[in-house]
């Protein structure tokens, strides 16, 4: 069974600054997929970023960045420069290889970004 | 374009009634997914469509019935819904591994 496990319920961060928010996963699959999404109030969830289990570079998009360490099963993400508009809450997400539909998330981290 | 679009934004129907939620992609993704979210909780899986077959069902009441009617849309048809099941209902499409979220239903059963 796979698990997703983000310990912060709640950050803060001064605008200009970067910030990790963190996520722990738990898998037996050799080859599976770590996400990260973006759910402001509206509701809608955003795809952020994608790191592939047999990836070998840490995967980066813009601003966001996504520090995967395997051995540690961290999957932790980094946003630089953070933005007013940053605030939100924040999901870590994993599909496995046995049902590469099949994704779960943990249970989110909402940050908020001060001026 | 990773544009999954929803109708309707907010929907309140009550206990008897029968309610249809749409979702529409046009990205040639042949899987599509139905997610219930609650307040301040992750989104739950419920049904996974792939190539327009229900290839997962976590388990959801009866009163919940999707469609896939071909492969850009999916309905999710509800009837008999108790208030427990005021939500933010959320459908998501995928080519490969990532999945595409549209905005969501939000539904109140009164």
């Known amino acids: 069974a796979q698990k997703i496990t983000q310990t912060q319920p709640g950050m803060f961060v001064q605008e200009k600054e970067a910030v990790t928010l963190d996520c722990t996963y738990d898998t037996s699959d050799q080859s599976y997929g770590l996400f990260w999404y973006k759910q402001p109030s509206s509701g809608e969830m955003i795809f952020l970023i994608y790191?592939?289990?047999?990836?070998?570079q840490n995967a980066t998009e813009g601003r966001y960045s996504l520090n995967f360490q395997k051995a540690r099963k961290s999957a932790n993400l980094v946003i630089s420069a953070s933005q007013l508009g940053d605030s939100a809450m924040y999901f870590c997400?994993?599909?496995?290889?046995?049902?590469?539909?099949?994704?779960?998330f943990g249970a989110g981290t909402r940050l908020t970004v001060k001026p | 374009d990773t544009e999954v679009t929803q109708t309707p934004k907010h929907l309140v129907m009550g206990m008897t009634n029968k309610k249809s939620l749409k979702c529409e992609q046009h990205?040639?993704?042949?899987?599509m997914y139905w997610y219930k979210q609650k307040a301040k909780k992750p989104p739950e899986l419920m049904f996974v469509y792939s190539y327009e077959k229900l290839s997962i069902n976590e388990s959801v009441p009866s009163r919940f019935s999707p469609e896939c009617p071909n492969s850009s849309l999916l309905n999710l048809h509800l009837h008999a819904l108790q208030p427990e099941d005021s939500a933010l209902y959320l459908c998501?499409?995928?080519?490969?591994?990532?999945?595409?979220f549209g905005p969501g239903t939000r539904l109140t059963v009164l």
């Open positions: 990205m040639g993704h042949r899987a």
């Open positions: 790191q592939g289990s047999y990836d070998e």
């Open positions: 998501a499409s995928s080519l490969g591994d990532t999945q595409y």
């Open positions: 997400a994993m599909r496995g290889s046995y049902n590469n539909n099949d994704m779960r």
